[in-house]
T-cell receptor, first 114, second 111 residues
Framework: GAVVSQHPSWVICKSGTSVKIECRSLDFQATTMFWYRQFPKQSLMLMATSNEGSKATYEQGVEKDKFLINHASLTLSTLTVTSAHPEDSSFYICSAEKGLNEQFFGPGTRLTVL | SQQGEEDPQALSIQEGENATMNCSYK?????LQWYRQNSGRGLVHLILIRSNEREKHSGRLRVTLDTSKKSSSLLITASRAADTASYFCATDASGAQKLVFGQGTRLTINP
């Protein structure tokens, strides 16, 4: 199998606080993981590519200092939304790459910033 | 950036009818994938079609790929209420590691 989990599944936080979201590949190792953001009734937008042991590659327009990505092991990548604001409220989805260009997606994390 | 465009954006049909969704893309691809997403949930992988394939079937799903037109279609036959979801195509561009998603089609199956 190829199962990817995310934690938490939903989080509510106050404006100005930081929130960490975890993405884990449960039964395989993933050198590469991806972080997406999805606003209501919209498609997934790739935020960054997370590579184990090296710096993440961010898509144009995504602030690397605001969305901190750490991929410290072959089964875990974390996304930290720093100093979150209401406009950061969104559905965050990760995926983990298994094999050649085959991605498996996590169930998503709903972030609500008050 | 999103290179995929899907049409229609929304589709509402009666249970038992067939549903067809289309996806267009702009660059050369290695493969094209279709995903389903129920409201507020993660993505479920439906089917992958490689650039050298023209048609693929999986149960009630039929996917076609026309690389000359840079387009793909997803056909769901004998639709069921449980098929109600958003459907996205995603392309794996040649030379690129990442997936680029289309805008999606919101499919509603009316009982």
């Amino acid at each position: 199998g190829a199962v990817v989990s995310q934690h938490p599944s939903w989080v509510i936080c106050k404006s100005g606080t930081s929130v960490k979201i975890e993405c884990r590949s449960l039964d395989f190792q993933a050198t590469t993981m991806f972080w997406y953001r999805q606003f209501p009734k919209q498609s997934l937008m790739l935020m960054a590519t997370s590579n184990e042991g090296s710096k993440a590659t961010y898509e144009q327009g995504v602030e690397k200092d605001k969305f901190l990505i750490n991929h410290a092991s072959l089964t875990l990548s974390t996304l930290t939304v720093t100093s979150a604001h209401p406009e950061d409220s969104s559905f965050y989805i990760c995926s983990a790459e298994k094999g050649l260009n085959e991605q498996f997606f996590g169930p998503g994390t709903r972030l609500t910033v008050l | 950036s999103q290179q995929g465009e899907e049409d229609p954006q929304a589709l509402s049909i009666q249970e038992g009818e067939n549903a067809t969704m289309n996806c267009s893309y702009k660059t050369s691809i290695n493969n094209l994938q279709w995903y389903r997403q129920n409201s507020g949930r993660g993505l479920v992988h439906l089917i992958l079609i490689r650039s050298n394939e023209r048609e693929k079937h999986s149960g009630r799903l039929r996917v076609t790929l026309d690389t000359s037109k840079k387009s793909s279609s997803l056909l769901i036959t004998a639709s069921r209420a449980a098929d109600t979801a958003s459907y996205f195509c995603a392309t794996d561009a040649s030379g690129a590691q990442k997936l680029v998603f289309g805008q999606g089609t919101r499919l509603t199956i009316n009982p």
